[in-house]
């Protein structure tokens, strides 16, 4: 008994080993936002027009989607459809009766989101 005892005394300032000096830190949660992203986008021909079809995802504030249209470098047109959290699909239609090498661009609040094509001529 008088062993047991005294070797608890000996390993006592040891057992002061096993707790933490020092508290980690935990740093805050980072805030960020995901920008609006177009996750389903194309471009077809539909008889003598062209069809764009895009889906946007992500949290935004309403605005509009718009479209610019080009035939290789020659820019045919712009289109904008408004945009909310209840409606995030758009259709975009351009008369295009000439088959040609076709580009159209979707930007967002000001920013360029995607460019889909459809090359139906070598540019």
């Known amino acids: 008994m008088r062993r047991s005892a ?19 830190v935990i740093p805050r949660p980072v805030e960020f936002s995901l920008p609006a992203r177009v996750t389903n986008a194309a471009l077809v021909r ?3 027009a062209l069809v764009l079809r895009a889906v946007i995802e992500g949290q ?3 605005g509009y989607l718009a ?5 290789d ?12 959290a209840s409606g995030r699909e758009a259709t975009f239609r351009l008369d295009a009766p000439e ?25």
């Open 73 to 84: 470098a020659r820019a045919l047109g712009t289109d904008s459809v408004y945009l909310d």
């Open 6 to 24: 005294l070797l608890a005394l000996l390993l006592l300032p040891l057992l002061g080993g096993c707790r933490y000096n020092l508290v980690p």
């Open 99 to 123: 088959p040609g090498a076709y580009r159209a661009t979707l930007s967002f609040g000001g920013t360029l989101l995607r460019q889909v094509e459809l090359y139906e001529v070598q540019p």
């Open 67 to 71: 479209v610019s249209w080009y035939d």
């Open 46 to 48: 539909d008889g003598q």
């Open 60 to 62: 935004f504030e309403p």
